[in-house]
C-alpha cells in the first residue's frame, strides 16, 4: 500500500513516526475522512477548508492544506482504487519535537499522513437500508467538539459501550439535548420537519450535513436547526444519522425502544435515494472524463 508522509509518497511499511511527535504523545493533531466514488473525491474542499480552520484554532503554524486534494487524487491511482469506492484518511500533528505542554520553539513542521483504502462501511452502514441501533450517552467531550482532532477517547469509549449493547452507535446527551453521534451528525423529524442542531462548539460542522441541507432544498424537504431535546424525542416520526461513512442511516431502535416497528422512515429513504442519484451522477461525471 502506498500512502503519503510528509511530502513524500512511500510505502506505508516504510513510514517512521518519531516517538516525539506530539500525536503520539499528547493527540495534539487534526484529521479528516474523505470519500472517494470510483475515482471521484467527494467535496474535497469542505473537507481540507474544515482542516484549515482546526489549523487555525489549534494554532498549528500553518493553515493551507489545498495540495491534500491532489495528493488524494495520486493516492487513488497509486492504490488501484481508481474504479472502487474508497475513503482517505488525512492526519497532521503538530510535529515532533520534546514533550512539553507549551508549543515548542521553533514550532516543528507539522506531522503530515495520508491513506487510501477500500471502502469498508462498518457496523452502521452495513445496516444503511434496514436501519440501526443507537444508544443515548453522556456528552463527556470537550468544549470545541467543532474542530476534528484525533484526541476522540470519548468517541470511542461511547462507540464501544453501543457495540456492547448491541448497537451501532451512540448519540451524545449535553443538559438534555441530542447533539451528535460519536463519528456521524443526528438529525430527527418532527411534524415533517427535519431538525438537528444548531452548528456551536459542542458538535462538528459535518460536509455530510451541509450536503443533506442541500438535498432537502431540492426535495422541497424543510429543515431547522435548533436544539432536540431528550425528552421531546419520543415526539419524532424519524431519526437518522448522516456523515461521510455512514452517509444517511435511520435509526429504528433507541436504547430499549423500537421505533416505527423497526422500519427505515419515509424522509430517511427518500433522502437516502437523492444521495444515491446524486453519487452516481458524481460517478458518471467522473467515468466520462
Ligand atoms: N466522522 N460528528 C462527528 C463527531 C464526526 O466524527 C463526524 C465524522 C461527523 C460527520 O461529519 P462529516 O459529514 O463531515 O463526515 C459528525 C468521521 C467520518 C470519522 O470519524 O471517521
Redesign the pocket.
Known sequence: MIVYFNEQFMDKEKVCISPDDRGFLFADGL?E?IRSYKGSLFRAKE?LN?LSYGAVHLKLGRTDFSELEEIAGELIVRNGLESKDATIYFQVTRGAAKRSHAFPHPLPSPTIYAVASIFDPGPAGKKREKGIHIITIADTRWAR?DL?TTA?TP?ILANQVAVENGAQEAIFIRDGVML??????FMAVFDNVLVTAPLSNY???????K?IFELCARENISVEERPIFEKDIHMATEMMI?????EVTSIVRMNDIIFRDGRPGPVARALQEAYTSEIKIIKNLHANK
Open positions: 484529521y475522512v473537507h474544515r467538539c476534528k476522540l468517541n451528535e453521534g460519536t463519528h456521524s451528525n458538535i462538528l460542522g459535518g460536509i455530510t450535513r450536503f448522516v456523515g461521510t461513512t455512514t
